[in-house]
């Protein structure tokens, strides 16, 4: 997948899909679905728009993106997209008018129809709707495709119904509305080495601040490093039986010996399976990790 960022120019010609694509939920995959068919009756390629920092920031909302660009980026090139076209929101975006955003855009890029959904909006204070974008594609001699909602058990395929599931740590909800299992990217970093003295050596990976927060709790996740995927457990959020309150990801790979320092990892997560626990000792910690790893061994069916 190409990375271009949005001042730049790009001359092939251009199915894009606009939205914000913090994610790739399912109404955001029938947008891109409906793009790759287009792209592949014409020969064109496809494109999605998105922003490569938290949006939420600089409009100061308390709220934060699914992804990181990063992660959208592993997303979006899964599941075949050609090209992302990045921007930067900051102020001076922030006050760009419709016409404006969509000269430049369309001055940029070699686009030849654009998909959104019926909800979409862009320009200054969201000004430009559908009607408004029909008209100025119309004017720019791009075809414009609106998608209606995607819908799951009856209401709006959503990233705010995501967010909620995801703060909640009910990752099985959170899974039926993403086109792959929710998912953290990030180096293994060297931590305290407590896992390996409890006898469960662990991966660590940063959580970066500029995503959402997924509920504290132990949860059954697999682990794919050099294209190999291993299955594991994964303790999100604070040690309180060591006294430590940091927010940090901590994984124990069932049957894998190996040094993951500094390897970039993909964790994928399937259920939640407790809440953090505070316990007495150490023995009965080790206890309960124990019972963890046969409830994860049963869940997937492993030795």
């Known amino acids: 997948m190409k990375v271009i960022k949005f001042e730049e120019r790009y001359e092939k010609p251009l199915v894009l899909a606009l939205g914000f694509f913090d994610c790739l939920h399912l109404g955001h995959k029938a947008l891109v679905d409906e793009a790759k068919s287009i792209a592949k009756s014409n020969g064109y390629e496809t494109a999605i728009f998105t922003f490569e920092n938290d949006i939420n920031i600089t409009f100061g909302t308390k709220e934060r993106q699914i992804y990181t660009i990063n992660e959208r980026k592993v997303a979006f090139e899964d599941y075949g997209v050609d090209n992302m076209i990045v921007a930067t929101m900051d102020p001076l975006f ?35 709707g559908v009607n408004e974008l029909k008209r100025a594609f119309m004017e720019r001699h791009v075809t414009l495709k609106v998608l209606p909602f995607v819908t ?52 660590n990976i940063p ?38 309150s940091d927010y940090s990801v901590e994984t124990f790979i069932l049957n894998y ?4 320092y500094d390897k970039n990892i993909k964790l994928i997560f399937y259920k939640k399976i407790r809440d953090i626990i505070k316990f007495k000792n150490v023995p009965d910690l080790q206890a309960q990790i124990a019972k963890d790893i046969l409830d994860a061994k049963t869940y997937f069916n492993i030795q």
Do not use: Q
């Open 94 to 128: 922030a006050s760009l008018s419709g016409n404006i955003f969509l000269d430049r855009l369309v001055k940029n890029f070699n686009i030849k129809c654009v998909i959104i959904g019926k909800d979409y909006r862009c320009g200054r204070n969201a000004e430009f």
């Open 152 to 203: 799951k058990n009856g209401s709006k395929v959503a990233s705010t119904k995501i967010k909620s599931f995801i703060k909640k740590g009910e990752i099985e909800m959170v899974n039926n509305l993403l086109t792959e299992n929710y998912f953290i990217c990030g180096k293994v970093e060297h931590a305290e080495g407590r896992g390996r003295y409890l006898g469960f050596p662990t991966a």
């Open 207 to 244: 959580f970066e601040n500029d995503r959402i927060r997924l509920a504290e709790g132990v949860y059954l996740t697999s682990v794919i490093v050099n294209n190999h995927n291993f299955y594991s457990l994964t303790n999100i959020g604070k040690k309180p039986t060591f006294g430590n």
């Open 257 to 260: 010996n190996g040094d993951l």
